[in-house]
């Protein structure tokens, strides 16, 4: 089930944005095999979402015998892609020259950090590093505090796995056109500069200012950002436009008048923004007057543009994501539904992750090799599981 059914991907197992990719192919029908390592820690694996849905071969990808098995997937599979430094996988053996000239049909994904190319190609990093350099991290935080941190959603996910599966997607549709694969280079610090887009068209229209929290959308403006209230919870508002404006005023039983001078304004320097800290403070003054339960109660599902601020668990719980089966549970795990959703191929209910290796001989029956061979394998230790 899945519009991505019938797909063989191969993933040479990493971390971050490269099991994410797997999982959105995975969630969406593909037959995702995951090479793991000698060692892979089986706990660990089972309580993680990233890791649904994939069959699991364990594979020395650092003999030459393990690299021939791999290589003997490749001769079958739509794409394979792999999440190490630039020149690693020819090293091993396994680069793209090498898979394209047996399977010309290939896609071969690379996710890394800084891209195949440039002065940082080679060196290490994590998200917090990329979202720096791509001018994304400047801007998050608290005026006259640090840049902070968005957890590691903007590089690692947004901007790497997500982007490689896109990338894998469209290069496989142009495969199936051309008979040809080629290479995509899916880079965490190309696909942070992409998120940026938006930013960088209100900079230029005098409606971003790239320190922390001096931006409306970063936390300047009174009507964009997070509220206490009286029981120490939060709520957040978002009433960008003037009639959903207006409508937060009224219902929170401000002056209107006075608040209505002060809401945004796309044409640039109308906003009279040397207001917007007395009118923050009075807000907040007024979202603490009542718990965060009376106001849902009295602005969740108006235009006022209104949304508790849950955690993951309390997500889980709220009606809406519950009336449309947004979250599940897999072993116990709590977890996103796949997404996005689909009329006429609705993804599978999700599987979970597979012991490591758990999937090996049958992999290897499916690529042809004989018992007898994989039982050489396994003694020889260049399979487990």
Known sequence: MGPLAGLRIIEVAGLGPGPFCGMMLGDMGADVVRIDRHGTNADQQRLDPLCRNRRSLVLDLKSRRGVDVLL??????????????????????????????????????????????????????????????????????????????????????????????????????????????????????????????????????????????????????????????????????????????????????LDRERFARHGFHMEPGQAERENWAALRAELAAVFRTRTRAEWCALLEGTDACFAPVLTGVEAARHPHHVARGSFIEIDGVLQHAPAPRFSRTPAAAPQGAPPPGGDTHAVLHDAGLDAAEIDELARAGVIGG
């Open 72 to 253: 003997r997937l490749v001769d079958r599979a739509d794409a394979l892609f792999e999440g190490f430094r630039p020149g690693v996988a020819e090293r091993l053996g396994f680069g793209p020259d090498v898979c394209l000239a047996r399977n010309e049909r290939l896609v071969y994904g690379r996710v890394t950090g800084w891209g195949q190319d440039g002065p940082l190609a080679s060196a290490a990093g994590h998200d917090i590093n990329y979202i720096a350099l791509a001018g994304a991290l400047a801007g998050i935080g608290q005026p006259g505090s640090p840049p902070t941190a968005p957890l590691n959603l903007v590089g690692d996910f947004g901007g790497g796995g997500m982007l490689l599966a896109f990338g894998l997607v469209c290069a496989l549709l142009e495969a199936r056109r051309s008979g040809k694969g080629q290479v995509v280079d899916a880079a965490m610090i190309d696909g942070s500069n992409a998120l940026m887009a938006t930013f960088h068209g209100m900079r230029a229209m005098g409606l971003y200012d790239d320190r922390p929290g001096t931006a409306f959308l970063s936390g300047a403006a009174h009507y964009y950002g997070t509220y206490e209230t009286r029981d120490g919870k939060y709520v957040a508002i978002g009433p960008l436009e003037p009639q959903f404006y207006a409508l937060l005023i009224e219902k929170a039983g």
